[in-house]
């Protein structure tokens, strides 16, 4: 399945790759021209059809009963956990827990919680290379702050060298439900989560995490 927050790019990539898979047919007897042309139309179809995949996931009923438990916003590797200062939305002491998504992962995001969505900013910014720790703060960004009956949280859709473009289809006012798709970060990106500091995390650096699937916390409301 292809998302359809992908396809403004993912219907270029594969017409140019058709186009240019015709041109090497029609100059097949030329093999200085037709095979770097064959080489270039199966790059784009395969990047097209592997970066804008759309695997289905289940939210476990532990999760889904618990309404306290966090699943992961994106597909990536636990880059860091640390004690952090939200002033935002959350405006006091946090815990932060960010994923790293390579260009490799699935970059579909989801619903980490089940709740309200009571805040939401987009932030112009730099395009840093997603891993650095200032990229948290420095890059573009979006802000979105849900209100579950457990606590709240605060997560960031944050592009990186190569992701260009942040996508989301919620607004404040939404009710929102855990695993629900709410958008992409196209090309490799980070995403971070602010979540209250007695949250109990069942994560570790360099865990692979997998939308709406692994549990990565436990937020209370105390």
Do not use: W
């Given at each position: 399945m292809i998302t359809k927050y992908g396809l403004d790019n993912f219907i270029p990539?594969?017409?140019?790759?058709?186009?240019?898979?015709?041109?090497?047919?029609?100059?097949?007897?030329?093999?200085f021209i037709s095979i770097p042309l064959w080489v270039i139309s199966l790059f784009l179809i395969f990047?097209?059809?592997w970066f804008f995949r759309?695997?289905?996931?289940?939210?476990?009923?532990?999760?889904?009963?618990?309404?306290?438990?966090?699943?992961?916003?994106a597909d990536g590797t636990i880059l860091e956990i640390v004690e952090d200062?939200?002033?935002?939305?959350?405006?006091?002491k946090t815990k932060?827990?960010?994923?790293?998504l390579s260009p490799l992962d699935v970059h579909v995001n989801r619903i980490p919680i089940s709740g309200e969505i009571e805040y939401f900013k987009f932030v112009e910014g730099k395009k840093l290379i997603a891993s650095k720790p200032e990229s948290s703060f420095q890059n573009q960004q979006t802000h979105i702050g849900l209100n579950n009956p457990n606590g709240k949280i605060l997560f960031k859709q944050?592009?990186?060298?190569?992701?260009?473009?942040?996508v989301w289809d919620i607004k404040v006012g939404d009710k929102v439900k855990?695993?629900?798709?709410?958008?992409m970060m196209k090309f490799g990106s980070r995403m971070d989560i602010h979540i209250s500091p007695?949250?109990?995390?069942?994560?570790?650096?360099?865990?692979?995490?997998?939308?709406?699937?692994?549990?990565?916390?436990?937020?209370?409301?105390?």
């Open positions: 990539m594969i017409v140019s790759g058709i186009i240019i898979g015709i041109i090497a047919f029609f100059t097949r007897f030329n093999l990047m097209a059809l759309d695997p289905s996931r289940s939210v476990s009923m532990e999760a889904l009963s618990s309404n306290s438990i966090l699943v992961s916003p200062i939200e002033n935002d939305y959350l405006q006091g932060r827990i960010s994923i790293f944050i592009v990186g060298a190569v992701a260009r473009r942040l855990i695993g629900q798709k709410f958008g007695n949250s109990e995390i069942f994560v570790k650096v360099g865990d692979k995490v997998v939308a709406a699937e692994t549990k990565i916390a436990r937020i209370n409301a105390n």
